[in-house]
């Protein structure tokens, strides 16, 4: 059982730190619609992302149906970027709270209606510090450069796994909550159901006592 519930913890880890370490998409928009994405951010993690329009005419310039906006917000509604009528752009900043983020793109209405190809990538975590930028050959050896990458990691595995664990504590205080309240229901519902019996064989008592017929 140990063994079990352990593999399990590994899985759900993996998971995880792999949809939080990098979420690259390609998806169609079209004019006069919108599509968010959401992700998961622990607080005080480094986000970055990065989407531009596919050109669906190489070499020159895109038309003027494709075109987006942009906004990105917390789940208390806090925006981090946003941007108006562009073909390109990119965000990074440092999650202030936990919860899901929400990148929004919108495309303006346009006759005929165009489908506009998006490229977007969003990394969080370990994955959006780019220590290529960091390591400079003259300076740092490459074995240096990979105890350094190395320790990143495994810091925010460390960290993830604490994430983990306050998110199941909290899961499984909301399922003692909601079996508190279902069982003070079916305790309320079962007396509510009692006294209707109640009330309703004294009226049929006094019905039958006014006929006559007991």
Request: proline share 2%.
């Amino acid at each position: 059982m140990f063994l079990r519930s352990k593999n399990l913890w590994t899985m759900l880890l993996i998971l995880a730190i792999c949809s939080r370490i990098s979420q690259s998409l390609h998806f169609d928009l079209h004019s006069g619609r919108t599509k968010c994405i959401a992700e998961d951010i622990k607080s005080n993690s480094m986000t970055v992302g990065k989407y531009s329009i596919d050109n669906p005419h190489e070499g020159q310039t895109l038309p003027p149906s494709h075109k987006i906006s942009v906004k990105v917000t917390s789940s208390s509604g806090t925006t981090y970027h946003h941007s108006e009528q562009v073909d390109s752009g990119q965000f990074a900043f440092s999650a202030v709270e936990a919860g899901d983020y929400m990148a929004c793109f919108s495309a303006a209405d346009h006759k005929p209606e165009a489908a506009i190809s998006i490229d977007f990538e969003w990394r969080t975590g370990v994955q959006s510090k780019s220590w290529a930028k960091v390591a400079k050959k003259s300076q740092i050896e490459v074995m240096e450069y990979e105890v350094k990458s190395l320790l990143d990691t495994v810091n925010s595995i460390h960290e993830e796994m604490f994430y983990l664990r306050e998110r199941e504590e909290e899961m499984q205080d909301l399922n003692r909550s909601t079996n508190s309240k279902m069982a003070w229901l079916g305790f309320l519902s079962l007396f509510v159901c009692i006294g209707v019996a109640g009330l309703q064989f004294m009226h049929l008592k006094t019905f039958f006592e006014k006929k006559k017929v007991i």
